[in-house]
């Protein structure tokens, strides 16, 4: 199985467009972040409008970096929401320049 390439490919603008929007939005929901070998654990704030910026994110992101694997776990009304976002080596410093995790 061919791996894809590990680059975004959202032209330099648009990129600029999603970090300055979807992922400042979700950015303002982050409780907690923890960093992995290759990816990053997020904990969310378990409210509505963040879940829906975090599903959002998610989908948006599948179509321009398809090498990110994303698992989203929520509980009970109040319980932490999780966002674990991984992928092949080199992924986190990809996921550095996402501003996700500052």
Request: charged share 20%.
């Amino acid at each position: 199985m061919t791996l894809p390439p590990l680059a975004c490919q959202l032209t330099e603008a648009a990129f600029r467009a999603r970090r300055n929007g979807l992922l400042a939005q979700v950015r303002r929901g982050v409780t907690a972040v923890a960093w992995q070998a290759e990816g990053l654990r997020l904990e969310l704030r378990s409210t509505p409008h963040v879940l829906r910026d975090t599903l959002d994110l998610i989908a948006a992101e599948r179509q321009c970096c398809p090498f990110l694997r994303f698992v989203l776990t929520t509980g009970p009304d109040t319980a932490a929401t999780q966002l674990d976002i991984t992928g092949p080596p080199g992924a986190r410093a990809f996921l550095k320049t996402l501003g996700l995790g500052d």
